[in-house]
């Protein structure tokens, strides 16, 4: 079964400065999708990078890079400068192939202070 | 575009009600997914359609059940509420490529907060 591991349930970073949020994951299946979500305090999951299984290059999306160890099996979203509006919970997921089910860890809450 | 939509917003029932939650995917995708979120915790997956049929289900009990319709917008219906069916649930929908499904990108809908007393 596929599992996805935050192991940070919060993490403080101050404006401006960069932050790592971790992620560890488990499958046995050697085609898969790793996907970063933000969800403000309003609910809504918003889309933030993808990285494939084999895809040979890190993702980045504008302040957003994706530091994809596949031997280690981490998927770590670092945040540049994080600004005010970065305070939210974010979440890794797997996606898996047969079913294009999504498995989620259980989140990491990111507060950014000024 | 617009983007993923789903109806209502917030919903309070009783126990041993039923409960009927919409969803509308993006145009042209034609894969939605129910995942049911709980307060502290990450999404579980509940259901996913593709083209009218059910591809996967998750571990949840048969009083949940869903249907796609032939526009591709979705229905999720849960009969017998519980207090612990309490809970953010939340669409998604994606292209699902045939062959590349799990490099597809979900795109979520703002939920529907389902309160049961």
């Known amino acids: 079964a596929q599992k996805i591991t935050q192991t940070q349930p919060g993490m403080f970073v101050q404006e401006k400065e960069a932050v790592t949020l971790d992620c560890t994951y488990d499958?046995?299946?050697?085609?898969?999708?790793l996907f970063w979500y933000k969800q403000p305090s309003s609910g809504e999951m918003i889309f933030l990078i993808y990285?494939?299984?084999?895809?040979?290059q890190n993702a980045t999306e504008g302040r957003y890079s994706l530091n994809f160890q596949k031997a280690r099996k981490s998927a770590n979203l670092v945040i540049s400068a994080s600004q005010l509006g970065d305070s939210a919970m974010y979440f890794c997921?797997?996606?898996?192939?047969?079913?294009?089910?999504?498995?989620f860890g259980d989140g990491t809450t990111l507060t950014v202070k000024p | 575009d617009a983007g993923v939509t789903q109806s209502p917003t917030h919903l309070i029932k009783t126990r041993g009600q039923h409960v009927t939650l919409r969803c509308s995917p993006i145009?042209?995708?034609?894969?939605v997914s129910w995942y049911q979120q709980v307060l502290g915790q990450g999404p579980q997956f509940i259901f996913q359609?593709?083209?009218?049929?059910?591809?996967g289900r998750g571990n949840f009990p048969d009083r949940f059940s869903a249907r796609q319709f032939p526009n591709y917008s979705s229905e999720l219906n849960v009969n017998a509420l519980l207090l612990g069916d309490s809970a953010l649930y939340l669409c998604?929908?994606?292209?699902?490529?045939?062959?590349?499904?799990?490099?597809?990108?979900?795109?979520f809908g703002p939920g529907t907060r389902l309160t049961v007393l």
């Open positions: 990285q494939g299984s084999y895809d040979q």
């Open positions: 499958t046995s299946d050697p085609s898969y999708g």
């Open positions: 997921a797997m996606r898996e192939a047969p079913t294009g089910k999504s498995t």
């Open positions: 998604a929908s994606s292209l699902d490529r045939p062959g590349t499904i799990y490099t597809d990108t979900q795109y």
């Open positions: 359609y593709y083209e009218k049929e059910e591809r």
């Open positions: 145009s042209g995708h034609k894969s």
